[in-house]
């Protein structure tokens, strides 16, 4: 089992950056393939950006194509997500998941077994 912790959530202006970090509990990190996902007010939760157990496949949404990073640190059991260029529409609450795979990286929120408590970010205009 992992747990995980998000952090570096805040407030910015449009255009501006943020890194998401999310710290996970346990030895076995490395085998988890991993994800960020993001939930607005009066939405439901959709897919942002994943990544595989060793860092070589990763997937993003289109909304966030050449403007988020997702990259991980298996020696420090944590992922993270450097989101860029941000926009007013990014605004929501940004959670971190867990799968334990070691195939390639998965969008599917029911492929994903242990979730983070979220972190909010907000993009004013």
């Known amino acids: 089992q992992v747990q995980l912790v998000e952090s570096g959530g805040g407030l910015v202006q449009a255009g501006g950056s943020l890194r998401l970090s999310c710290a996970a509990s346990g030895r076995t990190f490395s085998t988890y393939g991993m994800g960020w996902f993001r939930q607005a007010i009066g939405t439901e939760r959709e897919f942002v950006a994943a990544?595989?157990?060793?860092?070589?496949?990763?997937r993003y949404a289109d909304s966030v194509k050449g403007r988020f990073t997702i990259s991980r640190d298996n020696a420090k059991n944590t992922l993270y997500l450097q989101m860029n260029s941000l926009k007013p529409e990014d605004t929501a609450v940004y959670y971190c998941?867990?799968?334990?795979?070691?195939?390639?990286?998965?969008?599917?929120?029911?492929?994903?077994?242990?979730w983070g408590q979220g972190t909010q970010v907000t993009v004013s205009s």
């Open positions: 998941a867990a799968r334990y795979s070691r195939g390639a990286a998965v969008t599917g929120i029911s492929q994903y077994d242990y």
């Open positions: 990544i595989s157990w060793r860092g070589g496949s990763t």
